[in-house]
């Protein structure tokens, strides 16, 4: 019974391993930024702060990762393409008064993006608020 338990345990520390190894090899870096503000991603408020951004096209989820803070969101189906290439990233941030709401990641070196689900703070704002203002950053490095 002990052998079929220790086993049974190593075959699942194993499983997770391989998923987790999988799972890093489909996430790309999209690029870093430093963003100035306090924003939404999503539901979850994020600090202003320097944010390596990256996107897993297998599982269509978007990370934001910095030393303060972490935020995943599953990316909205749209993928929204440009007639040129840029050359570095850019984040496309919906300003409303002095609420900022992450809207869309575009790629460095590509003509395609993602949008992201809007925040629930996002609709009650378009409600009291006018039309928002478009805040794009670009990517510090690659």
Known sequence: MKNVIVTTAYVIVISIAVL???NTANAATVA???IPFQFFVGEKALPAGV???S?????????????????RVFLAGS?????????TGTLVFYRYGKT???????????????????ATIEREMTNTAALPEIVSIGATSK
Not at 55 to 71: G, H, I, L, Y
Not at 79 to 87: E, F, G, S, Y
Not at 106 to 118: D, E, I, Q, V
């Open 55 to 71: 996107v897993d096209n297998a599982t269509n989820r978007f990370d934001m990762v910095s030393p303060e803070a972490v935020a």
């Open 100 to 118: 900022y709401v992450l809207r869309s990641i575009w790629k460095p070196g590509s003509s395609s993006g993602h949008n992201l689900p809007g």
């Open 51 to 53: 944010y390596t951004v």
């Open 79 to 87: 993928t929204p393409r440009r007639n040129a290439v840029t050359d």
């Open 20 to 22: 987790l190894t999988v």
């Open 32 to 34: 870093e930024f430093q």
